[in-house]
């Protein structure tokens, strides 16, 4: 889980004002936080193959909304690919 501390830079970094959790770009990057937050519970507990399944529907929930922003607009899209150091 991420703090609310955590929640609320990525809200203010990604988001057009301080309130806006709802838009695309605010939810890949919270999901992004989260998925990279579980990394290392993954990395110490192997046999966890229901939490590796709740992360598997949040890597494809990142996907899909990744894909509408593209479709959408293709320079927000690179912009936010490029911030979170995604797709290499």
Request: aromatic share 6%; net charge positive; hydrophobic share 30%.
């Amino acid at each position: 889980m991420i703090t609310f501390e955590q929640k609320k830079k990525v809200v203010s970094r990604f988001g057009k004002s301080d309130k806006d959790t709802g838009s695309c770009e605010v939810q890949v990057g919270l999901l992004t936080e989260r998925i990279n937050s579980l990394a290392p519970h993954f990395a110490s507990n192997p046999k966890d193959h229901h939490g590796n399944r709740g992360l598997l529907k949040m890597i494809g929930q990142r996907k899909n909304l990744l894909r509408y922003i593209q479709r959408k607009d293709e320079t927000k899209y690179t912009k936010l690919i490029t911030e979170l150091g995604l797709r290499k």
